[in-house]
């Protein structure tokens, strides 16, 4: 018996502090975005279910996707009202997932944030409450005590899944009177414009007119790994969260000032204010040169652009230029570099290049602009005869 435990004590620990395998001999899984001025940004994933609602496993297995995807913040937001596994597993204190998650998280970096879904008919339909202190003090009849104890208990409240045809036929997010006064009272903070594998496009009209911060989230049940497609190249959806510092007040306090922007699909979608400076630092131009034909420089410019981020960017060239081997649509591999052979006309020391980045959006059919500064490099000349691809 002793033995039995002694070795399944070993097993976790083996399994939690050995240094993470790769999945399926995956090369690069870990979700990586760049810092943008002033803020860290951090991934995360504050949408999730375990077998202490209707999810499929325990929370250990959260810890460990999160860890292979590197998430930096979780939350594992139970259902409070929903609770089909009740006979087998009799849920008393709604903490627990949430208590299971941390433990297995405190030798990892992952910040583990307490939280719970206010699971209720369409209007409000649900939302999940983060960073409060009991679970088991939001269970109420009516729905307005438990947003109210989730308020008193300092909680970020968001409106999860605002499409979800389970409660919506059309699909389409229409915010009720009940949500008005939610917002009013201070009850209601942010809104999912992606769920699990749909997008709520309303959802992003009705963030920027009430000033609700932005969030894209997994709702995972069963595995990442099978509903994404990590192995096929797929991503969960999460939320890119631009923090003051990496802890989970630093989260709180971003959320709270809306400073945020989704990832779902290879769709970056958020304010406009936070996706350029996004863009802008994933995107640095390494190198500029003006290419040689045989002994001759042509006014072909070779601009190096590296992109330091998890996105494939879609570029629509809004420059007076346009490209030697391209159309004006052009795609920026993620963390790699992209030449694009700028026909600058005349030979320039430096220039600029203007785009509307089609995968990222800010209203609705609305996608940010960005200005690439390209400073041409006059050591770099390339000596290449009988140049031609
Ligand atoms: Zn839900
Ligand atoms: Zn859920």
């Known amino acids: 018996m002793k033995l039995?435990?002694?070795?399944?004590?070993?097993?976790?620990?083996?399994?939690?502090?050995?240094?993470?395998?790769?999945?399926?001999?995956?090369?690069?899984?870990?979700?990586?975005?760049?810092?943008?001025?002033?803020?860290?940004?951090?991934?995360?994933?504050?949408?999730?279910?375990?077998?202490?609602?209707?999810?499929?496993?325990?929370?250990?297995?959260?810890?460990?996707?999160?860890?292979?995807?590197?998430?930096?913040?979780i939350s594992l937001t139970e259902h409070l009202e929903y609770q089909p596994h009740q006979e087998d597993l009799p849920h008393k204190d709604r903490n627990r997932s949430y208590e299971l998650a941390k433990e297995y998280a405190k030798n990892h970096e992952l910040i583990v944030i307490h939280g719970a879904e206010i699971t209720r008919n369409l209007?409000?339909?649900?939302?999940?409450?983060?960073?409060?202190?009991?679970?088991n003090k939001l269970i109420h009849d009516d729905y307005m005590d438990a947003f109210r104890e989730a308020k008193n208990q300092g909680a970020f409240i968001f409106w999860n899944h605002p499409n979800w045809v389970g409660q919506n036929k059309q699909g389409i997010t229409k915010l009720s009177p009940i949500h008005e006064e939610l917002i009013k009272e201070g009850l209601l903070h942010g809104v999912e414009v992606t769920n699990e594998n749909t997008f709520a496009d309303q959802a992003l009209t009705i963030a920027n007119?009430?000033?609700?911060t932005i969030l894209g989230t997994s709702d995972i049940h069963e595995l990442?790994?099978?509903?994404?497609?990590?192995?096929?190249?797929?991503?969960?959806p999460v939320t890119l969260v631009f923090a003051k510092e990496r802890s989970e007040l630093g989260v709180k306090d971003a959320l709270f000032e809306g400073r945020t922007v989704a990832w779902y699909q290879n769709s970056l979608i958020g304010q406009e204010k936070y996706l350029t400076p996004l863009i802008e630092s994933s995107l640095v131009v390494d190198t500029a040169y003006y290419q040689m034909y045989g002994n001759t420089k042509t006014q072909i410019a070779e601009v190096v652009i590296f992109n330091h981020s998890d996105a494939t960017y879609l570029l629509n060239n809004q420059s007076d230029f346009s490209?030697?081997?391209?159309?004006?649509?052009?795609?920026?591999?993620?963390?790699?570099?992209?030449?694009?052979?700028?026909k600058t006309v005349q030979q320039l020391s430096a220039f600029e290049l203007n785009f509307e980045v089609l995968n990222a959006i800010y209203a609705k059919k609305k996608h940010p602009k960005i200005k690439l500064k390209i400073n041409m490099d006059t050591n770099l000349n390339k000596l290449q005869k009988n140049y031609r691809r």
């Open 323 to 342: 490209f030697y081997h391209a159309t004006d649509v052009v795609q920026l591999n993620p963390q790699t570099s992209t030449t694009l052979s700028v």
């Open 209 to 212: 007119e009430h000033e609700l």
């Open 224 to 236: 990442i790994d099978w509903l994404f497609d990590i192995p096929g190249g797929g991503h969960r």
């Open 123 to 135: 209007p409000p339909g649900h939302s999940n409450a983060l960073f409060i202190q009991d679970a």
């Open 4 to 73: 039995i435990k002694l070795s399944s004590l070993t097993f976790i620990c083996l399994t939690f502090m050995l240094p993470q395998a790769k999945l399926y001999g995956q090369t690069h899984q870990k979700i990586e975005f760049p810092n943008v001025p002033g803020y860290q940004t951090l991934v995360t994933d504050l949408h999730q279910h375990t077998v202490f609602s209707d999810g499929s496993v325990w929370p250990d297995i959260r810890v460990k996707e999160a860890l292979f995807d590197g998430i930096d913040v």
